[in-house]
């Protein structure tokens, strides 16, 4: 019954006129709350300011969503790095693997465009055919009128500790997470930040398990028209093979850690 008032509600807003060609581009905060309790151990109290900051480097970023009727590219915009930041080594631990997202809701495929170790790869797979619930509940973002939509996942759970995401504590055990996102008909493409699709209208909010994703401004039709292209520079791999390299890439990185670590002990060690 929600269903039917809420589909009946958003036919009779008066939605915007867009002709096929139209273009749009949507600015987005994205914050990814993590559990930094294990920093008030005291072997990090000398670190633990270039920790805060590396944190927040990786887990509070600006993305804007370029788009047509068809076709979307969401990508990170790039702050300008301050001198003394070095390598970020805490990217591959905290934070979402986003280089640049390119979603077709014709073709139904999402193609991440994404960088590691050098080498440029092409995550490609099928969007995902979300199955959202409407729930008929809705509020303002800036001027457009939002409706709430949800559903669940299951997630694998992830600890963080220094240098790693600690899975042994929490091997095998996954959670139920409720995916909140609001969207607006008013702008009715059926794309949103990241990974987030599906809807009948662009998705201006976010809320799911740790992360929180929220439009700040919007432009459509901008004066400068942006082709949106479907990548093609890298190796075409599934999500799935991706993720299992990157896995590999982490224990190889925290294995040269440990044993330059252990180096500099012995060396210490021997100097005493």
Known sequence: RNMKNLLSIILLIPIMCFSQDFQGKAYYMSKISVDKSWMDNPRYASRKGYMNDMIKRNTEKDYVLEFNSIESTYKEIEKLETEGQGFNWMASYVGENIGKIYKNAQDKISIN???MMGKFFLVTEDLENTKWKMTGESKKIGQYTCFKATYEKQVKEKVFS????????????????????????????????SWYQGLPGLILEVNDDKTT??????????????????????????????????????????????KARERRQSSTARLR
């Open 162 to 193: 220094f240098g790693s995401w600690d899975n042994n504590k929490s091997a095998g055990r996954f959670k139920t997470v409720e995916v909140v996102a609001w969207f607006t008909p008013e702008i009715p493409v059926s794309s949103g930040p």
């Open 213 to 258: 994703i929220l439009c700040t401004k919007i432009i459509i039709n901008p004066n400068e028209k942006t082709k949106i292209k479907r990548p093609k520079k890298g190796k075409v791999i599934s999500n799935q093979d991706f993720v299992t390299l990157q896995d590999e890439k982490r224990v190889e990185a925290r294995e040269m850690w440990q």
């Open 113 to 115: 465009e994404t960088e």
